[in-house]
């Protein structure tokens, strides 16, 4: 089936320690996102690509970056992880820039350490 | 950028209640979806309303997007304890170079048997 997959699906890091999620998509969308989500709250955008441009929310710390080489599959890195930073992890895909309807991967669960 | 604002945050009742939930926004959304999201997964696309005064059904779900198409709200009927998740508006932002998805303030909704 064609599928959001995130790995790994749970995350322990240690404070400082650098770390990168992972999302690929079997579904050729050209909109991949990246949200996190803390305890029961609403998921907040990081970032988002439309194909290679990238798009950074205004509020998104320079800790955190990302990188997508190609259309299937994108990376969240983690420069120096926080303990604020222990959230929930979603990447999510739209068809396209005028479609924004979301497919999400099951998430990744950073805990640090 | 475009926001949007659920009610209530959280929400406890016994199985076989009925419940609303609202979305509601200043702005005017071409579209609005909604979204279920059920502990330690990512959120799942309930369904997309377009058109302003629509109504969709999704079994015991009923979906209606304002004539103005700035606010929507979610009808549940007859709750069951499966139905229990976290429920998130969302509609398309286009703020910036292309669009993105934004989400409500979420509403926790918990059913007991």
């Known amino acids: 089936d064609a599928m959001v997959i995130q790995n790994p699906r749970y995350q322990v890091t240690q404070f400082g320690k650098p770390v990168t999620l992972s999302c690929s998509q079997t579904?050729?969308?050209?909109?991949m996102y990246w949200y996190q989500q803390k305890s029961s709250q609403a998921p907040k955008l990081l970032f988002h690509?439309?194909?290679?441009?990238?798009?950074n929310e205004a509020d998104t710390p320079d800790n955190f970056q990302s990188r997508r080489p190609n259309t299937s599959f994108c990376f969240l890195d983690i420069r120096s992880p926080g303990l604020g930073d222990a959230a929930m992890y979603l990447c999510?895909?739209?068809?396209?820039?005028?479609?924004?309807?979301?497919?999400f991967g099951q998430g990744t669960r950073l805990t640090v350490v | 950028t475009q926001l949007l604002e659920q009610s209530p945050q959280f929400l406890s009742i016994q199985e076989g209640e009925n419940l609303t939930v609202y979305c509601n926004s200043s702005?005017?959304?071409?579209?609005l979806q909604w979204y279920r999201q059920e502990p330690g997964e990512g959120p799942v696309l309930l369904v997309t309303?377009?058109?302003?005064?629509e109504v969709k059904k999704l079994k015991r779900l009923t979906f209606q997007f304002g004539d103005a198409r700035k606010d929507s709200s979610l009808h549940i009927t007859a709750a069951q304890p499966g139905d229990t998740g976290l429920y998130l508006c969302a509609g398309p932002d286009y703020g910036g170079a292309t669009n993105k998805l934004i989400f409500g303030t979420g509403t926790l909704l918990a059913v007991q048997p």
């Open positions: 702005s005017v959304f071409s579209s």
């Open positions: 309303v377009v058109t302003g005064g």
């Open positions: 690509y439309y194909d290679k441009d990238f798009n």
């Open positions: 579904l050729n969308h050209n909109v």
């Open positions: 999510a895909t739209s068809a396209d820039r005028g479609n924004t309807e979301a497919f």
